[in-house]
């Protein structure tokens, strides 16, 4: 079955941790995005790629970095740097930037101890 | 400019009544607006979109409604089913942007009683 696959579901981390989050879809999309989730707050992006070896900073980028190195693959590192880390983390794809429905995975929750 | 205003917060809803969420964006250059459905420990799944061409979609017990000139968007669930019950986010882009971000409202947890 074609999806997005986000691991670990969950995940707990010391301060001052780096922890990294991955996301692998096998819909054949060049568009991948980072979202973080707070309750009250909706969803707001963090970084997304239109295509391979290419990422752009979305609102709230601070204390994040991405690879994409793989279509399939665009994992997200939280950094000691991120003041507030705990929080639900969603991987989304789209055919293209521009085009096609957003698909979600199933996220994961960090939580920092 | 690139807020969508979602409301209520929270909204609780006999079994087969009908549930009603409203969204507000200020950006004219939106022209695609989506409502996600997220049931809990889940990713948001498309649930209905509408473009600004038309005033209303329906599809099912789902029906967004849509008015241009006051900038609003409202998801009306008929006969709301405790199956119903999930956090509802409205969004919004520009399509045709550069970048199509979708701006996300904040959600509304719906809850149906039986």
């Known amino acids: 079955d074609g999806g997005i696959t986000q691991s670990p579901k969950y995940l707990f981390r010391k301060e001052g941790q780096n922890v990294t989050l991955s996301c692998e879809q096998n819909l054949n999309h060049d568009a991948m995005y980072w979202y973080r989730q707070d309750p009250g707050q909706g969803l707001r992006l963090i970084y997304y790629s239109q295509i391979v070896n290419d990422f752009q900073k979305g609102d709230i980028a601070e204390g994040y970095s991405v690879s994409r190195e793989k279509k399939e693959s665009f994992p997200l590192t939280v950094t000691s740097a991120q003041k507030n880390p705990t929080a639900f983390y969603l991987c989304a794809s789209r055919l293209t930037l521009n085009t096609g429905e957003l698909f979600f995975g199933e996220g994961s929750r960090l939580t920092v101890l | ?114």
């Not at chain 2, 420990?41 to 209303?56: F, H, N, Q």
């Not at chain 2, 669930?77 to 970048?99: H, L, N, V």
Request: proline share 6%; aromatic share 12%.
């Open chain 2, 1 to 114: 400019q690139q807020q969508v205003k979602q409301s209520p917060q929270s909204l609780i809803v006999q079994k087969g009544g009908i549930s009603i969420i409203n969204c507000a964006y200020e950006n004219t250059a939106f022209d695609y607006f989506p409502w996600y459905q997220q049931f809990p420990g889940k990713g948001p799944a498309l649930l209905i979109a509408i473009r600004p061409d038309v005033s209303e979609k329906k599809e099912g017990r789902f029906t967004i409604s849509f008015n241009k000139s006051a900038k609003q968007f409202s998801l009306h669930i008929m006969d709301s089913q405790p199956g119903d019950s999930a956090t509802y986010f409205c969004a919004a882009s520009d399509y045709g942007g550069a970048t199509n971000k979708l701006i996300f409202g904040t959600g509304t947890l719906l809850a149906v009683q039986p």
